[in-house]
């Protein structure tokens, strides 16, 4: 995951450094992909926009990198497929950098359905599950900070949030 080896955050992102520091201990050649936040969520019920209202955490200003998942799979075929130029990285994983009120945006202009960024407070987040407002809060303060220049010229068709947004129903 992504940032889990800066041990800044969030329960879940530590324990997935845990499972990095336990696969270099075996000795092993190994090549880390730490994903980022999954596109894919901000179309979920759960994080989606309701009734035209992307309501979210994040400050209008943080940037939050983000992937689609099926980049995911194609940039770990290169690593098997080029293992030489591959084995001993940790790699961040994104496609795109962006702030709520673009992506927002972003919706609208793609789907023709107005939707609007409303920022919610972080304790109304954490009264719901602390471990999304611990999430949110690493997002605002910290960030992903994955070479998305360096990604797209390993992968040129790696997407970011519209071409994601045009093709996925």
């Known amino acids: 995951m992504g940032g889990a080896e800066r041990e800044t955050g969030p ?5 997935k450094w845990q499972i ?9 050649p ?15 019920p759960m994080m989606g926009p309701r009734d035209g ?22 940039l770990a075929a290169l690593g098997f ?3 030489k130029e591959f084995i001993g990285e940790a790699t961040e994983l994104a496609g795109d950098s962006l702030s709520m009120p673009p992506v927002a945006e972003t919706m609208t202009r793609v789907t023709s359905q107005p939707v609007r960024f409303v920022e919610v407070p972080l304790d109304q987040v954490a009264a719901f599950s602390q471990v999304t407002a611990d999430m949110l809060a690493w ?4 960030g992903y900070e994955a ?16 071409t ?3 093709t996925t129903s």
């Not at 329960?11 to 324990?15: A, I, K, R, T």
């Not at 200003?61 to 099926?70: C, F, K, Y």
């Open 11 to 15: 329960s879940h992102f530590d324990s």
């Open 20 to 28: 990095e520091e336990h696969i270099r201990s075996l000795g092993l």
């Open 30 to 44: 190994t090549t880390v992909l730490r994903p980022v936040f999954f596109m894919e969520n901000l179309t979920s």
């Open 53 to 74: 209202v992307l309501a979210n955490a994040l400050k209008p200003a943080t940037s939050l990198q983000m992937i689609a998942v099926n980049d995911m799979g194609v």
């Open 81 to 83: 497929a080029l293992p």
């Open 139 to 142: 997002f605002n303060d910290y």
């Open 147 to 162: 070479d998305i220049a360096g990604l797209r010229k390993r992968n040129p068709g790696l997407r970011n949030f519209e």
């Open 164 to 166: 994601f947004q045009r």
